[in-house]
């Protein structure tokens, strides 16, 4: 709480910046600050003058009239694996993702465009014309069966309108906006805690455990793909949604074709403008290649269909305090700056922190401590800060200067180059706990119990600093630990035995080489074949693959060729051995090339390409002279045609299961 001198001359700034905003915007037609952030600022104003309201005057704004699973659920393996849209936010990041399809093709597109619902994905699997079972994403391969709750919604038929011997479904529940506001006043009325948005409400009303409460939420849904069909598929995504409606689903009627991107653009700004009348909640569009063909084509990344991208509306801005600045150290060393807010609710989340990014931002955007910013939050991206309210500036705010040091950490350097700064001393303790922690997790050697608090604890008494002596810990040193009973040593010990086998992927992932994550330690694995073929590789050899840069092949090389990381490397296998998985399923596929097409019926695309590479062979997208055989599935694509004008071998996935026994 702050003293009425102070919030007297708070409120005078606010007024005057507030009515400039006003006058921007109504009388001369200009685009000011976000109306979001102005709300911000106007709701301050609000609660300092309900503090204080010998302060409030007649002329005061405030014064103007103004019109993961639960136990309680089954999990469920996804037969039709679940993927998550890439997401851009303006004009030119759309028209680069048009660039990128058309580059792919070498042909222009057409698109659908469909509203992006905040709301839940569900996944519904009919058979023989009945509903069977609702499922939600869960991590895109496994969810939770909700089937029961599902039933409840009186949107999602039970029965199909016409008999399909199987049919999978995809859409999004949600709670109508009047509905929400009904179900929050009555909570209120009953002392009740407010629920923060209609998503997480709908979320959480599909996972409920008893059907009966769901039943009273009034959840509505949308159904917008087919992700598998028994008979024919749609050649095109606007044929789907309208076999969609034929089936009995609720379909959004805001759908459009749009013959190029500039179409695209003009129904994003439509629904920006239109979406506050809409009775539900949206935060952008879902932009879709329409041609299935071509979507098959271009395929999906380690993460996202490169077909389809969700084109988001500005993201919700609020005005806050910066009461301060933090620095934060990567498991690379480098350093970013990290803003500590007032804390403030946007999107639905208290937001208390926010990313400055660099030295060059915080220039640009001259932010100071004790400065009135404007933060902008986007779905689940960390809010950023992205201006300054610099006519509140209070006298005294102070200039964010980088350290030439930082206490326990060291002397820091601005990487040549580059906006970053990072530690001089790569073997600094806090970044090594950082590497170690990121060793243990979960998509590296996933050590169960061994988390950041853990590896503090161990590295503080002296008992771990490589990577290697995790594998050397001794039950009578943990013991003298701190809060660490026997039993929990005895698990701890047990999940680090565990993880003494592990593939290469997961190994690579582990060692922290600068860009190297899960997708590209894959496919080194796949390329390579063994760490020792990828410690001897030259960056000609890993540029010569597709998909490596010059600046990927060289952190690559240099960190293997590194004298200490090669000693690492060298202790920690003579405490853990690499999974040699092609080895022990086989090389049944060795040196054969694969293309798949249509839907498979026993596994999904992904999980097949997984069979192919883990037997030895190869996975392409594109059907060539060089294609050993073409995998068809149900309702195949062009590339089922290029292989009989090529003469390649077209097979079932029952032939192809079959090979890759042998």
């Given at each position: 709480m702050i003293d009425k001198q102070q919030a007297k001359e708070r409120i005078e700034k606010l007024r005057q910046v507030i009515d400039h905003e006003r006058y921007l915007y109504h009388v001369l037609d200009k685009e000011g600050m976000s109306q979001e952030a102005l709300d911000s600022l106007k709701h301050e104003l609000f609660l300092l003058e309900e503090q204080y309201p010998d302060l409030i005057t007649a002329d005061s704004p405030t014064q103007r009239v103004a019109g993961e699973p639960l136990p309680g659920f089954k999990k469920t393996s996804h037969k039709i694996a679940q993927w998550s849209f890439n997401d851009v936010f303006d004009e030119e990041e759309i028209r680069r993702f048009d660039k990128r399809v058309e580059k792919l093709l070498d042909q222009r597109v057409e698109y659908l465009s469909e509203l992006k619902f905040d709301g839940f994905k569900i996944i519904l699997t009919y058979k023989d014309g009945l509903l069977v079972q609702g499922a939600t994403r869960g991590d895109g391969k496994m969810g939770e069966d909700v089937t029961a709750n599902i039933k409840t919604i009186e949107t999602i038929p039970l029965r199909l309108k016409k008999d399909i011997k199987e049919l999978i479904v995809e859409g999004e529940v949600l709670i109508f906006k009047k509905d929400f506001l009904a179900i929050n006043e009555g909570r209120k009325r009953k002392g009740e805690a407010l629920f923060a948005n209609p998503r997480n409400l709908a979320a959480g009303s599909v996972r409920q455990l008893d059907p009966r409460l769901t039943a009273k939420r009034h959840l509505q849904a949308f159904i917008y793909d087919i992700g598998y069909i028994s008979s024919d598929m749609p050649d095109n995504q606007l044929a789907e949604l309208e076999l969609l409606k034929e089936l009995g689903f609720k379909v959004n009627p805001h759908f459009a074709f749009c013959s190029d991107i500039e179409a695209v653009i003009d129904y994003w700004k439509k629904w920006q403008e239109k979406s506050p009348t809409l009775p539900y909640q949206v935060d952008g569009v879902v932009v879709k290649v329409n041609n299935r063909s071509f979507q098959e084509k271009l395929g999906y990344t380690g993460k996202a269909p490169r077909y389809a991208v969700a084109f988001k509306f500005p993201a919700e801005e609020k005005t806050t305090i910066l009461k301060d600045i933090v620095f934060q150290v990567g498991r690379q060393g480098v350093i970013t700056p990290v803003a500590v807010l007032e804390p403030v609710r946007v999107a639905g989340s208290l937001v208390s922190r926010a990313t400055l990014h660099n030295e060059d931002e915080i220039k640009r955007l001259d932010t100071r401590i004790g400065d009135t910013v404007i933060i902008r939050k986007a779905g689940d991206v960390i809010p950023d800060i992205v201006a300054v309210v610099k006519e509140l500036r209070p006298a005294g705010a102070k200039k964010i200067t980088f350290p030439k040091k930082i206490a326990d950490w060291g002397e820091i350097e601005r990487i040549p180059g580059q906006a970053a700064y990072r530690l001089k001393d790569k073997d600094n303790k806090e970044q090594k706990?950082?590497?170690?922690?990121?060793?243990?997790?979960?998509?590296?050697?996933?050590?169960?119990?061994?988390?950041?608090?853990?590896?503090?604890?161990?590295?503080?008494?002296?008992?771990?600093?490589?990577?290697?002596?995790?594998?050397?810990?001794?039950?009578?040193?943990?013991?003298?630990?701190?809060?660490?009973?026997?039993?929990?040593?005895?698990?701890?010990?047990?999940?680090?035995?565990?993880?003494?086998?592990?593939?290469?992927?997961?190994?690579?992932?582990?060692?922290?080489?600068?860009?190297?994550?899960?997708?590209?330690?894959?496919?080194?694995?796949?390329?390579?074949?063994?760490?020792?073929?990828?410690?001897?590789?030259?960056?000609?050899?890993?540029?010569?693959?597709?998909?490596?840069?010059?600046?990927?092949?060289?952190?690559?090389?240099?960190?293997?060729?590194?004298?200490?990381?090669?000693?690492?490397?060298?202790?920690?296998?003579?405490?853990?051995?690499?999974?040699?998985?092609?080895?022990?399923?086989?090389?049944?596929?060795?040196?054969?090339?694969?293309?798949?097409?249509?839907?498979?019926?026993?596994?999904?695309?992904?999980?097949?390409?997984?069979?192919?590479?883990?037997?030895?062979?190869?996975?392409?997208?594109?059907?060539?002279?060089?294609?050993?055989?073409?995998?068809?599935?149900?309702?195949?694509?062009?590339?089922?045609?290029?292989?009989?004008?090529?003469?390649?071998?077209?097979?079932?996935?029952?032939?192809?299961?079959?090979?890759?026994?042998?």
């Open positions: 706990k950082r590497r170690l922690a990121y060793f243990a997790s979960k998509g590296a050697f996933n050590i169960a119990g061994l988390g950041p608090k853990m590896i503090d604890l161990l590295f503080s008494n002296g008992l771990i600093e490589e990577y290697y002596d995790i594998f050397r810990l001794k039950k009578e040193d943990l013991l003298t630990l701190p809060r660490l009973a026997e039993k929990s040593v005895d698990n701890l010990l047990e999940a680090i035995d565990r993880a003494r086998r592990v593939t290469l992927p997961r190994f690579l992932v582990a060692l922290s080489i600068p860009e190297v994550g899960e997708e590209t330690a894959e496919f080194l694995s796949q390329s390579f074949g063994s760490l020792e073929k990828i410690m001897k590789a030259g960056e000609e050899d890993f540029i010569n693959l597709s998909g490596i840069g010059p600046v990927v092949a060289g952190n690559i090389v240099s960190w293997f060729q590194d004298e200490n990381n090669r000693k690492v490397v060298k202790e920690l296998l003579k405490e853990v051995k690499i999974k040699d998985e092609r080895k022990k399923k086989g090389n049944t596929l060795n040196g054969l090339t694969f293309v798949f097409t249509g839907v498979l019926e026993k596994m999904s695309r992904s999980q097949a390409e997984k069979l192919v590479k883990d037997r030895g062979g190869k996975v392409s997208s594109q059907v060539s002279s060089q294609t050993s055989f073409v995998v068809s599935g149900a309702n195949p694509g062009s590339k089922e045609k290029k292989a009989e004008e090529l003469g390649v071998k077209i097979i079932s996935e029952e032939d192809f299961l079959n090979l890759s026994q042998k």
